[in-house]
C-alpha cells in the first residue's frame, strides 16, 4: 500500500490558471509587449497564509522569474508580466504556505488580545528568524544573514508591543519574503504555454496584389523589379504587408485557362496556384518574375518602405513539380500507376496533386516542409500567408510551426482557412497567428455583432485573431457584386474598425465589382490572366488612407482594443465603441445603407465610454476632423452614402 | 532538428471531451446504473470520413469497451455508455480515418455521375477488402477473412451498379467498420476519470442522531443496543442513512461542559468529537456506548431494516488521544515543549489538538488514517461523514478517498466543509460524493432559486453534489429560532424536493427551535448533555414521511432530476419543476411564509413539463391525493401555512 503515496504531497491548492486554452494544451497568445494577466485560484486547508507568486520564463530552459500575486478575495489570485521579446514561453502559479507571515497575523492578534509576554510565541519568532538566516547565509547573502540573526537574538528579549514593532518594519517583513520558508512550495506539474509573437502578429493591413498585373495595362506581364509604383501605392494608402500569391514557376499540364476554363489557350499564364514546372518548385521564382535576388530586392525594397512581405505558402503540386519526380512517394499512387489528383467527387482538380502527408516517408516530406519555410525566411520574408491549412494535417501545422519559430520567433502565420468553425480555430490554437475569417460573408448588422461577440469571447480571444477580408482573388462576396464605392467604403470601414487586422486584395480600393455568376469570383480574374488597372484613380483610396491613418495613430484599434456594441434607433446602422488599454476612447457609427440616406439617433455604450447618462462630451470625427457635442443618450445622426459612410469618433473630453 | 518530429502525428484533431471536470483532472461523477454521455469535437484535415468511437473501462488496467459515437454535425460527436457496478473508470474518444466509408462515398458519388467502368476504383476497393480479410485471419475471424477475399476477388468483375450494391450491402459495410485499416488511429495522450459509486451517494435522505440519547429522557445514556427505537423511528420517518456523531472514547482534559462551557461539572458527559481517552481513540467505540460487538450489532440491525450507517470520521484528538503518547511526531510541537492546541486567535480550543499532517513521518499518519477507514470498513460502515475536510490537506484526502475505494467501491463520503466556495467545490473535485452546502443558510426565494442554478451547473454537476440540511447539531439556522411548525416544514419541504440529498438531524421533526444567542447554535445542545425527547410526538412527522415516500417513488426527485424554476405572482411562493430521466414530471409549489396564507398566480415552467401555453392538464398533489385540472398559463394556487405549505404535483396526462 506504501507505494500508492504521492511523491510530494502538495500543501497548497492551486487551480484554474486563467487565461488557459484546452486547459494549458495549447497557448495562449499574446505579442511583444503586450501585458498578461493571469489569476488562479488558490487556497490552503486551515487558517494559516499563503503566499502566490506568477512564474514565467521564455523557453524551456530559461531562469524562471516571480511575480507576487494579488489577493483578489474568494481565494482568487492575480498578476501580470509584460514579455518583452517573440517566442514560446510558459507560466505558472506557485504558493506556498507563509509561515512568516502567519507567525506576524498571530502574534498581532494576540497582542491585541493581551495574552500576556508571548514567550512562546517570541521564541517561535526566533526560530523561524534563525532558520531564514541560515538560508540567506547558505545564498550567500550574508547581510540578511546577519540581521535576521540579530533579529532572532533581540526578539525573545523584548515585550509584545516592541517585539510587534520590530516584525512588523517593512525590513523585517522584507526579508521574511525573501528568505522565508518555502519547504512546502506546490508548483503544478504543467505550465502553461505563451506565445508572444511580433506587433505586427496582432496589428495589421494586408494589401494583396499579383507583382505580375503590376503594369496595369492588361497586356504585358510584370517583374518583381517592376512592382516599385505598387509598393509605393500600397504605403500611400496605409497598409503594413504586401502580400503576393505565389511566386514560384507555374505548371503546364492540366493548366487553367482565363476564368478558370479547363483548357487554356497559347499565352494563357496560369494560376500562380498550381506550384511547380520545368524552373523548379516551391524554393525557386518564377522566371517570368525575375529571380532570387530580384525577389530578395522586392522584400528590402517593400521593407524600406515599412511594407512587410507576405509570402504566399500553398502546400500543391502541379505534375510538373520536380518532387513528383525525385519523391514520387510523398504522393497518392493509385492501381494504375497514376498519381492521384485532388478530387472531391465529382469535381477533379487534374492541374494539382496534393501531398500524402502520412506516406513512409512522412519525415522526409515535413522536413522539405519546414526547410522551405526556413529557406524562404533566409530570404528575408517573416510573413507568410498559408493556403487552405485545413486541407493539411494540424499535426504538421503544429510541429512545423514551432520548429520555424524557434529560428524566426517573429514570423508571422496567416491562416487560410474557408471552413467549419471547430478547424478554423484549431488551426489557431496549434499556431497560427491570424485567421481568415467569415467577416467575408457576414453583412447584416446582427450577424456582425454576434460574429464579433464570438470573436471577442473568452477564451476565442486568447487565442484566435481574425483577419477581416472584405474581398480576395477568389471571393468576390454577393453584397459588393456590381455595387456602389460606398459599399466597398463601408465593408473597409467595418473591416478597419471592427478587428485588429484587416486586409484587401487589389482592385477592392478601385471597386472593381463585376463577378462571373453563379460563383462568388471575379471576372476575368487575376488569378488567370492580367487585368488593366489605373493606380491613379481615385476610387475609395482616400477613405482606406484615412482609416489606416487611424489605425496607426488610435491604440483603441490595435491589438488590445475592446469592441463594445451600444444601439441605433436603424437596422442599418451600427454603432460601437473601441476601448484601448490605456482608457482611449473611440465611437464609431457605421451605415450598412450603400444606397439611401439614413438618420436615427445613437445610444453609445455609456459604461464602456466611460459617460454618465446625461453627460455632455465632445467628439472629434478623426475621419474629417469635425468636431461636435454628443450626450449620454440619443444623439441624432445622419449618413448620406453619397457623403460619408461613417463617423471615426474620437471621445475628447 | 530530426528529433523534434512527433512520434506518431495524430491523423485526426479530438478535443473539448465533455464530461470533464478542469480537463480531465479530477473525475466525473456517476452513480451505478447512470449513463455517462460524453461529447467530443473531433475532425480531421480534407474530405475523408472518420469514424468516432467512445472507448471507457474500470480501473486502469481492464480492457476497453468500444461504443460508436453518433455525428451531431459541426464536427461534434456524441455516444454513451453505462457503468454497473462500482469503481474508477476511464474513458476516451478514439478516431481514425475511414478508409472504406470513404471509398464507398466516393464510389458511389462517381457511379452516379457515370464517371465510366471505374476500374481503378474497383481495384482499390479489393485492395482495401484484401488488407482487411488478412487482418480479419490474423485475428483468427477466418469467416470474415473468406467473405472479404471473396469480394475482393468479386469487385474487380463488376460493373459500377453491381460493385455498389454489393459494397452498399449491411454485410459488406459490417465487415468494413469491424476489420476496417485503423492504422492512422488516433487517441488523446491521456484518458478521462470517472467515479462510479453507488446508487445511495447520488440519492439519500440522512437522519443523524446521537446514540447515548436514545432513551430521550434526558438523564440516562444509552448504549448503541438501546437504539432500536430510533432505528424504527428513522425508518418510519423514510430515511436510508443514519448518522451517529463520533462513538469512539471521549476526552476528559479540558473536556467541554454543557452549552459548550470552558469547564465542565462532573457528570457532564463531554463533546463525542473530543476524540481519544483511557479506552483509546478512532479505532475504539466508546465504552460507554458498548464494545465492537455491539457496534456491528447496531449496523446490521440498521442494515436490515434499510438503513445505512453513517460513521463520522473527525480528525483531531484530545490530549488524552492514545496518538498523543504513541506517536508525538504527529503533533505541532512548541519551543516550550508543549503541544500546540487547535487556536484561531484569540479563539483557543485546548481540548483539541490538530494533527501536523505535513510532518517528517507524513507518511505514518496518513497509512494510519487509511488503516482507520479500513477498519471501520471491516465492521461494516460503507458511509462517512467527515469532520471539517477543509481543515485537512486536500491532498490526503484525495489520496485516501482513493485508496479506501480500491478496496471498497461503494463507500460514500460526506464532506462537512462549511467553507468558502472554491474550498467546497474542490473537496467534491477529489473525491468526496457528497457535500454539506449553503443551504442551511438560503432562506429566501431569490438567492435558493439562485444557488440551485449554480449547483445545477455544468460541470459543478458534474462532480458536487450538495446534500441539502436545514439543521445540524452546530446549526440552529436564525430562521428556524423559535420558528413554528410550518417553517420545518417548509424547510424540509425544499430540502427534500430540491436536491437528491438531503438530511435532519433529530429534533427537527420534533420542532426542536431554542437557540442560545448570538450563535447559530442550540440550547442545551446534545453535544455536550442529554436532551428530553418524545419520538411518538407528533411534530411534523408526517410531512417527513410523506416527503421521503415521494422521493423514493419519484424518480424525478433523484440523481438525475433536473430542477426548472417556474414564475409565481408572490415573492414568498416559489414553483419549481423537477424532470425525471425518462420523462416524468413533478411541480412543487412552496410557501416560504410559515406565518400568513399566501395566494398568487403560477406559471408553470411549460417547456420542463412538456405542456403547451393554454393547454389543460390534470395533477396530482403526491403528498395529500388530490387531483386538480391546471393550464399552461396561470394557476390560482392558495397555501395556508395551518393547512399545508405545498402541493407536490405529479403530472399525470
Same mark, same amino acid.
Given at each position: 500500500?506504501?507505494?500508492n503515496?504521492?511523491e ?13 486554452v484546452?486547459?494549458?494544451r495549447?497557448?495562449?497568445k ?9 489569476w ?11 503566499s ?11 531562469e ?24 514560446l ?8 504556505p507563509?509561515?512568516?507571515?502567519t507567525w ?6 494576540k497582542?491585541?488580545a493581551?495574552e ?5 510565541e ?7 528568524l ?6 540567506a547565509?547558505?545564498a ?10 540579530q533579529?532572532?537574538m533581540?526578539l525573545? *528579549?523584548?515585550?509584545?508591543a516592541?517585539a510587534?514593532e ?6 523585517a ?6 528568505? &522565508? ?6 508548483v503544478?506539474?504543467q ?12 496589428f ?5 496584389? %499579383?507583382?505580375?498585373n ?9 517583374t518583381l523589379?517592376?512592382c ?11 497598409f503594413?504587408?504586401?502580400?503576393l500569391p505565389p511566386?514560384h514557376?507555374?505548371?503546364?499540364s %492540366? ?5 478558370n476554363?479547363?483548357?487554356?489557350e497559347?499565352?494563357?499564364?496560369g494560376?500562380p496556384?498550381a506550384?511547380g514546372?520545368e524552373? &523548379?518548385?516551391?524554393?525557386d521564382?518564377?522566371p ?7 525577389f ?6 517593400a521593407?524600406?518602405l515599412?511594407?512587410e ?10 505534375p510538373d513539380h520536380?518532387?513528383?519526380r525525385?519523391?514520387?512517394e510523398w %504522393?497518392?499512387?493509385r492501381?494504375?500507376?497514376?498519381i492521384?489528383?485532388a478530387?472531391?467527387p ?14 513512409a ?5 515535413w522536413q522539405?516542409i519546414?526547410?522551405t519555410?526556413?529557406?524562404?525566411c533566409?530570404?528575408g520574408?517573416?510573413?507568410f500567408r498559408?493556403d487552405?491549412?485545413h486541407?493539411?494535417?494540424?499535426a ?6 514551432r520548429?520555424?519559430r ?12 474557408f471552413?467549419?468553425p ?14 481568415y475569417?467569415?467577416?467575408t ?6 450577424e ?6 464570438e470573436?471577442?469571447?473568452w477564451?476565442?480571444?486568447q487565442?484566435?485573431?481574425?483577419n477581416?477580408?472584405?474581398? *480576395? ?19 473597409a470601414?467595418?473591416a478597419a474598425t471592427l478587428m485588429?487586422?484587416?486586409?484587401i486584395?487589389s482592385?477592392?480600393e478601385?471597386?472593381e ?5 453563379p460563383?462568388e ?5 487575376e488569378k488567370?490572366q492580367?487585368?488593366?488597372?489605373d493606380?491613379?484613380?481615385p476610387?475609395?483610396?482616400?477613405h ?8 496607426r495613430?488610435q491604440p483603441?484599434?490595435?491589438?488590445r482594443?475592446r ?9 442599418q446602422?451600427?454603432?460601437y465603441?473601441?476601448? &484601448?488599454?490605456e482608457?482611449d476612447?473611440l465611437?464609431?457609427v457605421v ?5 439611401n440616406?439614413?438618420?436615427?439617433m445613437?445610444t453609445?455604450?455609456?459604461?464602456a465610454?466611460?459617460?454618465a447618462?446625461?453627460?455632455?462630451f465632445a467628439?472629434e470625427d478623426?475621419?474629417t476632423g ?9 444623439n ?10 461613417a463617423?471615426? %469618433?474620437?471621445?475628447?473630453?
Open positions: 500500500m506504501q507505494s503515496f504521492p510530494h504531497p502538495p500543501a497548497v491548492v492551486i487551480s484554474g490558471i486563467e487565461p488557459a484546452d486547459g494549458g495549447y497557448p495562449v499574446r505579442v511583444v509587449g503586450e501585458p498578461l494577466e493571469v488562479a485560484t488558490v487556497f490552503k486547508d486551515g487558517h494559516d497564509l499563503i502566490v507568486v506568477l512564474l514565467w520564463r521564455r523557453e524551456e530552459k530559461g524562471w522569474s516571480e511575480v507576487p500575486m494579488r489577493d483578489l478575495g474568494n481565494d482568487r489570485w492575480g498578476g501580470e508580466f509584460t514579455p518583452d521579446r517573440e517566442g514561453y510558459e507560466y505558472t502559479v506557485a504558493a506556498w507563509d509561515r512568516e507571515g506576524l497575523d498571530e502574534f498581532r492578534k497582542t491585541a493581551g500576556g509576554d508571548l514567550a512562546v517570541r521564541e517561535e519568532g526566533a526560530i523561524w534563525r532558520e531564514a538566516s541560515l538560508r547565509r547558505q550567500g547573502d550574508v547581510v540578511a544573514a546577519r540581521d535576521m540573526m533579529m532572532a533581540l525573545p *528579549t523584548l515585550d509584545p516592541e510587534l520590530l516584525m512588523e518594519g517593512e525590513g517583513r522584507a526579508l521574511a519574503r525573501r528568505w &522565508g520558508d518555502r519547504r512546502l512550495l506546490t503544478p506539474e505550465a502553461h504555454p505563451l506565445l508572444v509573437e511580433s506587433r505586427l502578429a496582432g495589421s493591413a494586408w494589401y494583396e496584389f %499579383f507583382p505580375r503590376a503594369r496595369g495595362d492588361g497586356k504585358t506581364p510584370a523589379r517592376e516599385t509604383r505598387v509598393l509605393h501605392h500600397a504605403k500611400a494608402l496605409g503594413d504587408v504586401v502580400y511566386v514557376p507555374i505548371g503546364l %492540366f493548366r487553367k485557362g482565363k476564368n476554363a479547363t483548357t487554356c497559347p499565352g494563357d499564364i494560376s496556384w506550384i514546372g524552373a &523548379g518548385g516551391h524554393r521564382i518564377d517570368a518574375l525575375g529571380t532570387m535576388e530580384d530578395r530586392g522586392f522584400v528590402e525594397e521593407r524600406a515599412g511594407l512581405t507576405a509570402m504566399d505558402f500553398a502546400l500543391q503540386c502541379s520536380p518532387w513528383v525525385e519523391h514520387p %504522393f497518392h499512387h492501381p494504375d500507376g497514376s492521384k489528383y478530387e472531391n465529382p469535381k477533379k482538380y487534374q492541374d494539382i496533386y496534393p501531398l500524402h502527408f502520412h506516406n516517408n512522412w519525415r522526409g516530406l522539405e519546414l526547410d519555410l526556413l529557406f524562404w533566409g530570404q520574408v517573416r510573413v498559408v487552405n491549412p486541407t493539411k494535417p494540424v504538421m501545422w503544429e510541429w512545423v510551426l520548429e520555424v524557434r529560428k524566426f520567433p517573429e514570423a508571422v502565420f496567416l491562416s487560410e482557412a471552413t467549419r471547430a478547424m478554423m480555430r484549431h488551426l489557431a490554437k496549434i499556431g497560427f497567428s491570424q485567421s475569417s467569415y467577416f460573408w457576414r453583412t447584416g448588422k446582427e456582425l455583432q454576434q460574429y464579433v461577440r470573436l471577442e469571447e477564451p476565442v480571444r487565442y484566435m485573431r481574425a477581416f477580408w472584405p474581398n *480576395t482573388p477568389d471571393i468576390l462576396a454577393y453584397e459588393l457584386w456590381n455595387a456602389p464605392p460606398a459599399k466597398f467604403g463601408i465593408r470601414t467595418l485588429p487586422n484587416w486586409g486584395y482592385g477592392y478601385f471597386v465589382n463585376k463577378p462571373l455568376p460563383k469570383e471575379y471576372l476575368d480574374s488567370y492580367l487585368r488593366e488597372r493606380l491613379s484613380a476610387g475609395i483610396t482616400v482606406i488612407s484615412a482609416l489606416n491613418a487611424v489605425r495613430a483603441a484599434l490595435q491589438e482594443g469592441v463594445v456594441f451600444g444601439e441605433t434607433g436603424h437596422e446602422v451600427m454603432a465603441a473601441r476601448v &484601448g488599454p482608457g476612447r465611437l464609431v451605415t450598412l445603407d450603400a444606397e440616406a439614413v438618420e436615427c445613437v453609445p455604450p455609456l459604461d465610454l466611460g459617460v447618462p446625461g453627460e455632455s467628439v478623426l475621419l469635425e468636431t461636435w457635442t454628443w450626450q449620454g443618450g440619443g441624432y445622426v445622419k449618413l448620406d452614402p453619397t457623403e460619408r459612410v463617423h471615426v %469618433f474620437r471621445i475628447v473630453q
